[in-house]
Antibody
Framework: EVQLVESGGDLVKPGGSLRLSCAAS????????MTWVRQAPGKGLEWVGR??????????DYAAPVKGRFTISRDDSKNILHLQMDSLKSEDTAVYYC?????????WGQGALVTVSA | SYELTQPLSVSVALGQAARINCVGN??????VHWYQQIPGQAPVLVIY???KRPSGIPDRFSGSNSGSTATLTISSAQAGDEGEYYC?????????FGGGTKLTVL
């Protein structure tokens, strides 16, 4: 059974950094395309970025609001996906979900809350 | 950038059919996916590639896509179907979501 568990959410000041982790089980993350999706309080879903499988080059793509500030990476030895977030802004406050990409966005974690506030 | 437009809310009587539209430029030429989000929970994929159902999704859920409109239909809405529904497509390597539709079952 595929499971995704996010961790690392916290309260951080504007301009600060935070790294989220997504621990995967039931599959090997290097074989999968994966995304991060966020949801601001009371708002809809917003795509953050994607990493392709190793076989497809392992490249990343990012949404315009986070490009240059956020970085998606994998720790293959631990089967963990990371989202490094730098230069955080108040508008980055949201629940962050990691997902697999296959049929659609097939499997979702429970989410990690990131609050950016002074 | 590509945009998807959904109604803010849809209401349906218990046991009746609910239809949620997703409008986009020539959306019929794209694969549309639909997600259900029950309050306090993570989204769940309910329809992929316009009309296909993942395993475990009741056959009350169906989808169609043509022209400028994709539609999610719940044939006999239940109280447990209440929540937010989002359509999604891929556009130039980016996932695009509709704004979401709140389904209320009366």
């Amino acid at each position: 059974e595929v499971q995704l568990v996010e961790s690392g959410g916290d309260l951080v000041k504007p301009g600060g950094s935070l790294r989220l982790s997504c621990a995967a089980s039931g599959f090997i993350i290097t074989d999968a395309w994966m995304t991060w999706v966020r949801q601001a309080p009371g708002k809809g879903l917003e795509w953050v970025g994607r990493i392709k499988s190793k076989a497809d080059g392992g490249t990343t793509d990012y949404a315009a609001p986070v490009k240059g500030r956020f970085t998606i990476s994998r720790d293959d030895s631990k089967n963990i996906l990371h989202l490094q977030m730098d230069s955080l802004k108040s508008e980055d406050t949201a629940v962050y979900y990691c997902t697999t990409v296959h049929l659609g966005l097939d499997n979702w974690g429970q989410g990690a809350l990131v609050t950016v506030s002074a | 950038s590509y945009e998807l437009t959904q109604p803010l809310s849809v209401s349906v009587a218990l046991g009746q059919a609910a239809r949620i539209n997703c409008v986009g430029n020539n959306i019929g030429n794209r694969n549309v996916h639909w997600y259900q989000q029950i309050p306090g929970q993570a989204p769940v994929l309910v329809i992929y590639r316009d009309y296909k159902r993942p395993s475990g999704i009741p056959d009350r859920f169906s989808g169609s896509n043509s022209g400028s409109t994709a539609t999610l239909t719940i044939s006999s809405a239940q109280a447990g179907d209440e929540g937010e529904y989002y359509c999604q497509v891929w556009d130039s390597s980016a996932a695009v979501f509709g704004g979401g539709t709140k389904l209320t079952v009366l």
